[in-house]
């Protein structure tokens, strides 16, 4: 089956630094990438939409200068998040859609802005 | 508008039992339908999805859903809960944009 490897899996990070996550299809091209935020305790919230080769679709609300969203090749998406604040602390999970594999999870960055 | 409505936020059931968690839908247009898993800080697993070929689907670790149009629904079971399915389930809904349901916690008692 399809499988998403998504790094890293927690990162602790000083405010005012970047930190970039990684999401790369194994085995299969993902030409779309879907990136979410869960706050604890709470469901999954779409941040942004990747194709590949093309600018970012961020959902309403989502400051596209502060998430940094890349998907340079069919294999690999990338969201940085710049200047981070303790307020950006979050579970960050990438998911590839494919029309044969569906929707693929990334397994997650547990993010800690200090 | 699409939305996806899991109609418990917390399933409790004693290890043995059967689980029941309740998803329905709401589509202008024939869904895709997914039932993933969530463990304490790791990513989603998927258990199981419905594309239009069956309307019963089987999943991994025992777990099965019925799609019923005519109810609008996506429920899934287990007959027989182990501890180990105790976890944060969601109702995923779409093709190529995706409707989280905000998620059912399952807790299992020993």
């Known amino acids: 089956g399809a499988v998403v490897s998504q790094h890293p899996s927690w990162v602790i990070c000083k405010s005012g630094t970047s930190v970039k996550i990684e999401c790369r299809s194994l085995?299969?091209?993902?030409?779309?990438m879907f990136w979410y935020r869960q706050f604890p305790k709470q469901s999954l919230m779409l941040m942004a939409t990747?194709?590949?080769?093309?600018?970012?679709?961020?959902e309403q609300g989502v400051e596209k200068d502060k998430f940094l969203i890349n998907h340079a090749s069919l294999t690999l998406s990338t969201l940085t998040v710049t200047s981070a604040h303790p307020e950006d602390s979050s579970f960050y999970i990438c998911?590839?859609?494919?029309?044969?594999?569906?929707?693929?999870f990334g397994s997650g960055t547990r993010l800690t802005v200090v | 508008a699409q939305s996806v409505t899991q109609l418990d936020s917390h399933v409790s059931v004693s290890e043995g039992t059967p689980v029941l968690l309740r998803c329905n839908y709401s589509?202008?247009?024939?869904?895709?339908l997914f039932w993933y898993v969530q463990h304490p800080n790791k990513g989603l697993q998927l258990l199981l999805k419905?594309?239009?070929?069956?309307?019963l689907v089987k999943g991994i670790n025992g777990f099965e859903a019925e799609f019923k149009k005519s109810e609008t629904s996506f429920h899934l079971t287990k007959p027989s809960a182990h501890m180990s399915d105790a976890a944060e389930y969601f109702c995923?809904?779409?093709?190529?944009?995706?409707?989280f349901g905000t998620g059912t916690k399952l807790q299992v008692i020993p």
């Open positions: 998911s590839s859609w494919d029309e044969s594999y569906g929707y693929t």
């Open positions: 085995d299969f091209q993902a030409t779309t």
């Open positions: 990747s194709n590949e080769g093309s600018k970012a679709t961020y």
């Open positions: 589509s202008s247009y024939s869904p895709s």
């Open positions: 419905y594309t239009s070929a069956a309307t």
């Open positions: 995923v809904m779409g093709y190529q944009k995706v409707t």
